[in-house]
């Protein structure tokens, strides 16, 4: 059986290996939405979670309504899987790095030049996810069920 410290560290990696994570947000009437988002993690591990989106989307507004959301990672071949839970904050202000920033762009820059083509004055946010719950599951490590474990507030 995994240990916590190892099942934090196999989805780590797993999260740090994928390009793109499954963003799941609720909107007003309790209907849930997940699109594929490109990420990036901060330098605290899986406490913080980093995505790009247009200032005027409905996953925005949705999660200036209810900021619960779900992260969904996989292995390349699918068979390890990481959903990671918390609350998300869009943040009208660059506050990230420029090593996180350029990652952002880089897996989302068919948006980005799609949107600066189509309207000059296209306005793009952070939203920032602070994880508080990571599960973990992998039926090729001997993990059947959902391994769960609460996340402790980073200090960054």
Same mark, same amino acid.
């Not at 609720?26 to 995505?51: C, E, F, N, Q």
């Not at 904050?89 to 600066?116: F, G, H, K, N």
């Not at 793009?124 to 992998?138: G, K, M, N, Q, W």
């Given at each position: 059986?995994?240990?916590?410290?190892?099942?934090?560290?196999?989805?780590?990696? #797993?999260?740090?290996? @994928? =390009?793109?994570?499954?963003?799941?947000?609720?909107? *007003?009437?309790?209907?849930? !939405?997940?699109?594929?988002?490109?990420?990036?993690?901060?330098?605290?591990?899986? !406490?913080?979670?980093?995505?790009?989106?247009? *200032?005027?989307?409905? *996953?925005?507004?949705? #999660?200036?309504?209810?900021? @619960?959301?779900?992260?969904?990672?996989?292995?390349?071949?699918?068979?390890?899987?990481?959903?990671?839970?918390? !609350?998300?904050?869009?943040?009208?202000?660059?506050?990230?790095?420029? @090593?996180?920033?350029?990652?952002?762009?880089?897996?989302?820059?068919?948006?980005?030049?799609?949107?600066?083509?189509?309207?000059?004055? @296209?306005? =793009?946010?952070?939203?920032?996810?602070?994880?508080?719950?990571?599960? =973990?599951?992998?039926?090729?490590?001997?993990?059947? !069920?959902?391994?769960? #474990?609460?996340?402790?507030?980073?200090?960054?």
């Amino acid at each position: 059986m995994l240990t916590d410290a190892q099942v934090l560290s196999e989805s780590l990696r #797993i999260v740090n290996r @994928a =390009f793109v994570g499954l963003l799941t947000t609720v909107d *007003k009437d309790s209907v849930p !939405h997940a699109r594929w988002m490109g990420t990036s993690l901060a330098a605290d591990g899986l !406490h913080t979670i980093y995505t790009l989106s247009g *200032k005027t989307t409905r *996953k925005v507004q949705q #999660i200036r309504s209810n900021p @619960a959301v779900c992260w969904v990672y996989s292995a390349d071949d699918g068979a390890d899987v990481v959903t990671l839970y918390g !609350h998300a904050e869009v943040m009208t202000s660059p506050s990230v790095s420029q @090593a996180i920033w350029d990652r952002l762009v880089d897996c989302a820059r068919e948006y980005v030049v799609s949107a600066l083509s189509n309207d000059e004055e @296209a306005e =793009f946010v952070t939203i920032e996810t602070t994880v508080s719950r990571v599960e =973990f599951l992998s039926p090729r490590q001997g993990v059947l !069920h959902p391994r769960s #474990i609460e996340l402790t507030p980073s200090r960054r």
